[in-house]
């Protein structure tokens, strides 16, 4: 059973459809990326999945508990940040944890050593959170969200505003929470290469509407060619239509690139020969999810 | 359930360095007009030498009587004045000083003054950064995606005003006590004080006046001071919901405490300004012999009145808060 689920959600904001029919359902141990340039309505869909704004049409589950209706118990398994790690910045590192441990239950601040030690923030705990650099407020936010042992985690952005060293942090922490942990990740970005090392599944969302939702490996994979080299092209392309399930494309004087799944090579290669065509170099390729990106949404950049 | 987020709300507020603000102005204030009373008094005395109360309480009426006579002064001042003059003229009649002055007079009369704008000014302070300081700082993302319905965090938030408001107008008791005991003498809370001056048909009825010990008379003045604030501190924390900045907030709410200060006084014949909350404020004036800020106002009136007011404000706060978007 998944974790969570949001079923058709739909928002509209200031008399626009930001949010239109977004479904997906979240496993437990899994990373799921939630793509999409800015504006795509990626965090309207966050504060629907967290019950700070109500959607027009649809419902958000976790933990098969209703957010509309049964909010506390549906909030119980749910770490957020939305957007910025914002924390009271007056107090310490420890009296925000300890705040928002009180909000859970009385067990819940027992783990903030634990979690301190989690997110490397044991040393400079006692220190105001004015004073913490956004690297480590946005650690001391995961540690928030990680309070009360949530079966969901939910970041919005999380490498905003981060140096490479602080994005490739966070991003260690964040599959080793699912994999080694088993919690459920949702994670907005729209930044493609993250998205791509980070995420085991990706929905791609664009003008409000998801466009694409599979595991990385699958969207790509749907979209391999197989390069052939040979000095007459033309004539491959005729022999390569037969086997590709996309029209075949010839691209400068000696290359010809055909969408062929695995077990469909070798029988085209048999064919190519039986033709009399020769072939000098046969290479699978794979786009890198900016070219898939670019492809679904007609030419949009993130 | 509610009390660990109540305790949070109070670390919130004690953090923040409005309320260390509050606690300051309140104690340099009271310092301040305890050491102002305490010169003048000197004075008066280096110049006309030890204090006679009764020559100077009969000075003091015959000059407001003669000044009544005159034709040149404005209906609310004239009022203010009928009223004094019968005040004055009941306290020496039955053998009361109406300037006595030890340190827990000092402390009633401070309360009595401060009910209608410095109190409230005060509350305003820290009340109207409540919900917009965590609007302004994105707090309240994380405030409200925790597994604690919106009603509640809203409810500890108010009750955790609600402390503080209290604990603001012990401070201003105790202050002015203390201050004015300096200043005075700490000694009197047994002292025969006059209350229950009404305001009657063209001025002062002095029919219920009665004596009561001082002490029974403060904890009355302390205990409306208490309910005009916690009435302020309601209407405050709505407009907090209501704006996004604090700044915005707090501006409105001075504005409007300021409007409630000029408006009687202007608007002596427009009766509709007695409905408006900030001209009902002023609670202990109702029996300490001060003319109504709107004639035909009267305590029951100003209590009920400013209950309305107090009641509506929630009601609007729970509604908004519970329902609204969280955009920020």
Do not use: Q
């Given at each position: 059973m998944s974790v969570l689920a949001a079923e058709n959600l739909t928002k509209s904001l200031g008399g626009r459809?930001?949010?239109?029919?977004v479904s997906f359902e979240l496993e437990s141990g899994e990373v799921f990326g939630f793509l999409g340039p800015n504006g795509a309505g990626k965090t309207t869909t966050v504060r629907m999945l967290t019950g700070l704004i109500r959607p027009d049409a649809g419902r958000v589950s976790i933990g098969g508990f209703a957010i509309a209706r049964d909010f506390e118990k549906a909030m119980r398994h749910v770490g957020a940040i939305v957007e910025a790690p914002d924390l009271y910045r007056e107090l310490s590192g420890r009296e925000n944890l300890e705040i928002f441990a009180r909000m859970i239950d009385r067990r819940a601040a027992d783990a903030i050593p634990e979690l301190a030690r989690l997110v490397a923030l044991e040393s400079r705990l006692d220190e105001r959170v004015g004073t913490y650099s956004l690297g480590m407020r946005q650690r001391l936010g995961i540690a928030q969200a990680l309070l009360g042992e949530p079966r969901v985690l939910i970041l919005d952005e999380p490498a905003n505003g981060l140096d490479p060293a602080g994005i490739r942090e966070i991003r260690e922490l964040v599959k080793s929470l699912a994999h080694d942990r088993g919690l459920a990740i949702f994670l907005s970005s729209h930044l493609l290469s993250e998205v791509e090392l980070t995420c085991d599944r990706v929905a791609i969302l664009h003008r409000g509407r998801i466009l694409a939702l599979d595991t990385v490996d699958r969207l790509l994979q749907s979209r391999d060619r197989v390069r052939f080299r040979t000095p007459i092209p033309k004539a491959a392309l005729a022999v390569l239509r037969r086997h590709s399930s996309e029209e075949p494309e010839i691209e400068g004087a000696d290359l010809v690139f055909a969408a062929l799944v695995e077990d469909e090579i070798p029988r085209a290669l048999t064919s190519l020969s039986a033709e009399g065509v020769p072939v000098f170099e046969v290479v699978r390729t794979r786009p890198d999810l900016e070219t898939l990106f670019l492809e679904l949404t007609g030419g949009e950049t993130v | 359930m509610i009390l660990p987020l109540v305790e949070n709300e109070m670390l919130k507020i004690f953090r923040r360095k409005r309320f260390r603000v509050v606690v300051l102005i309140l104690v340099a204030l009271t310092a301040m007009i305890a050491y102002g009373n305490w010169r003048s008094r000197r004075d008066a005395d280096i110049r006309r030498?030890?204090?006679?109360w009764h020559a100077e309480t009969q000075r003091r009426i015959v000059e407001m009587q003669n000044r009544l006579r005159s034709r040149a002064i404005p209906d609310s001042y004239r009022r203010w004045m009928t009223f004094e003059t019968s005040r004055l003229q009941y306290s020496l009649d039955h053998g009361f000083?109406?300037?006595?002055?030890?340190g827990p007079f000092f402390s009633r009369n401070f309360i009595v003054a401060a009910s209608f704008l410095l109190l409230p000014l005060l509350v305003t302070l820290f009340a109207s950064d409540l919900v917009s300081s965590e609007l302004a700082e994105g707090t309240i993302k994380i405030l409200l995606t925790r597994p604690v319905r919106r009603w509640k965090v809203l409810a500890a938030k108010l009750v955790a005003l609600f402390a503080c408001v209290t604990l603001t107008v012990a401070l201003a008791a105790l202050f002015s006590y203390l201050f004015g005991g300096i200043a005075f003498g700490f000694r009197g809370w047994g002292a025969p004080s006059l209350t229950g001056f009404r305001s009657g048909a063209g001025g002062l009825d002095v029919s219920a006046v009665r004596q009561v010990p001082l002490w029974r008379d403060a904890v009355r003045v302390y205990g409306l001071g208490w309910y005009a604030a916690l009435v302020v501190g309601s209407i405050s924390l709505l407009l907090s919901i209501l704006f996004r900045t604090t700044a915005a907030a707090m501006g409105t709410m001075l504005a409007i405490l300021i409007a409630g200060t000029i408006l009687p006084r202007f608007a002596?014949?427009?009766?509709?300004?007695?409905?408006?909350f900030p001209t009902n404020l002023p609670l202990p004036d109702y029996f300490s012999g001060t003319p109504p800020p709107?004639?035909?106002?009267t305590l029951a009136f100003s209590v009920e009145n400013l209950g309305l007011w107090a009641v509506a404000a929630l009601v609007c706060s729970f509604l908004v808060f519970t329902r609204r978007d969280v955009r920020v």
């Open positions: 459809e930001v949010v239109s029919d | 030498g030890p204090r006679d000083d109406p300037n006595a002055l030890t002596t014949g427009w009766d509709f300004a007695k409905y408006f709107i004639e035909g106002m």
